[in-house]
C-alpha cells in the first residue's frame, strides 16, 4: 500500500482451551519460535512473547494490511497445530475462543514488553484471571463475564 504510513502496536493476549496448564517450560522457547515464525510470515512484527502454562502474551506491530482477528486465528490455529504434531500434550490442544487485543503508543512499548517478557514474575502476585479483567477495565472495556475465558477453580 504506497503512502500508507501506520505506526499500530497491539499485546494480544489468549488462553489454553479449559484454562489448563499445558505449555511447558520445556517447550515454551520452541513454542515462541513457532508463534513469532507465522507472525512474520504474515508481514507483521513480533516484538514481545510469553506464554504462560495456560496462556499467552503478545505484542506486535501490526500493519493495516491484516485484521487482528486474522492473525489471531493464524497463531492459535498454527500454534495449536504445531504442539499437537509434536505431541507434547496428552489428546488435542486448542486454544479457547476469542482473545482480547490492547493497543499502545510507541512511547509504551518497551514497558509492554518487559510486561510480557516478565510474566513469571508478574503471576506469582496475580491470577490470569485478575490480569485480564485488569485490562479490560484499564482500556475501559464493556464485557459480561459470562462471556470471558473459562476460568479454572484455583
Known amino acids: 500500500m504506497p503512502n500508507t504510513y501506520t ?7 489468549f488462553a489454553v482451551k479449559g484454562r489448563e ?3 511447558s517450560k520445556n517447550n515454551r522457547e520452541e513454542l515462541h519460535k ?7 510470515n504474515r ?5 514481545s ?3 504462560m502454562p495456560d496462556h499467552t502474551h503478545l505484542l506486535v506491530g501490526i500493519k493495516p494490511s491484516i485484521s487482528i482477528s486474522d492473525l489471531v486465528r493464524d497463531i492459535k490455529a498454527g500454534a495449536s497445530n504445531f504442539v499437537n504434531e509434536q505431541k507434547w ?3 488435542k490442544f486448542n486454544w479457547q475462543e476469542g482473545f482480547g487485543a490492547f ?17 513469571e514474575e508478574h503471576h506469582k502476585k496475580n ?10 477495565e484499564k482500556f475501559e472495556i464493556d464485557y459480561d463475564e459470562k462471556y470471558l475465558f473459562e476460568w479454572i477453580a484455583l
Open 103 to 119: 493497543s499502545y503508543s510507541r512511547s509504551q512499548v518497551d514497558t509492554v514488553a518487559q510486561y510480557i517478557l516478565n510474566q
Open 127 to 136: 491470577t490470569f484471571k485478575e490480569e485480564y479483567i485488569d485490562f479490560l
Open 34 to 40: 513457532y508463534i513469532t515464525g507465522i507472525v512474520k
Open 89 to 91: 500434550v496428552k489428546g
Open 49 to 51: 512473547v510469553f506464554c
Open 21 to 23: 496448564n499445558l505449555v
Open 7 to 13: 505506526q499500530l502496536y497491539i499485546q494480544i493476549v
Open 43 to 47: 508481514g507483521q512484527k513480533m516484538i
